[in-house]
């Protein structure tokens, strides 16, 4: 069964701690992506992959770092540094960088206190 | 620089009639749209998408139009019921791959189905 994965669906933290965020994809999909929602409001990008060992800042990456060490996986980490963590964050990953539908997780639910 | 956006935040229809929700784009490059249903706590889901060479496409229940001449795009749904109440974002990309950052979203219309 293809997809992506987004785990935990809720996660709760202290201010001050670094959290991590899960996904994964057996898609075969060479980029991926990471979103922040927040409430009635769009997408914005935080950060992207396009292959494999690189990635790059989107528009909000402060904060924020990544890493693609696997094809299927992109782990985001929330810092401390992150002055307003808490928000629904949303994965996606496409066959490539281009005009292709983008395939989205099931997303996580961050709330920092 | 330039970015898709929406007309209505919300739209309002009863149960079995026809929905129309708007999008307006403002890069002529750009070559691929696609629209995004989004319910509470989700999320996006694929609904429909279309290239910039047609200017009409369907699926089950569901229209995409796209004018390129006044930039515009349209996701037209048919008959609609309680399961369509939900955010619909649309998106486009840029050609022919100049959207390296991938998609670039609208901020979504709210589609709530009355009784």
């Known amino acids: 069964d293809g997809g992506i994965t987004q785990s935990p669906k809720y996660l709760f933290r202290k201010e001050g701690q670094n959290v991590t965020l899960s996904c994964e994809q057996n898609l075969n999909h060479d980029a991926m992506y990471w979103y922040r929602q927040d409430p009635g409001q769009g997408l914005r990008l935080i950060y992207y992959s396009q292959i494999v060992n690189d990635f790059q800042k989107g528009d909000i990456a402060e904060g924020y770092s990544v890493s693609r060490e696997k094809k299927e996986s992109f782990p985001l980490t929330v810092t401390s540094a992150q002055k307003n963590p808490t928000a629904f964050y949303l994965c996606?990953?496409?066959?490539?960088?281009?005009?292709?539908?983008?395939?989205f997780g099931p997303g996580t639910r961050l709330t920092v206190t | 620089g330039e970015s898709v956006g929406l007309h209505l935040p919300t739209l309002s229809v009863q149960e079995g009639d026809n929905s129309i929700i708007n999008c307006a784009y403002s890069?002529?490059?750009?070559?691929?749209f696609i629209w995004y249903k989004q319910e509470s706590g989700k999320g996006p889901q694929f609904i429909i998408d279309?290239?910039?060479?047609?200017d009409k496409r369907q699926g089950q229940r569901v229209t995409v139009l796209l004018n390129k001449t006044v930039k515009h795009l349209s996701l037209q749904i048919a008959a609609t019921q309680p399961g369509d109440s939900a955010v619909y974002f649309c998106?486009?990309?840029?050609?022919?791959?100049?959207?390296?950052?991938?998609?670039?979203f609208g901020k979504g219309t709210h589609l709530i189905i009355q009784p």
């Open positions: 998106a486009e990309n840029l050609a022919p791959q100049g959207g390296a950052d991938g998609l670039t």
């Open positions: 279309i290239r910039s060479n047609m």
């Open positions: 890069n002529s490059a750009s070559d691929y």
């Open positions: 996606a990953s496409q066959l490539a960088i281009g005009s292709y539908e983008q395939y």
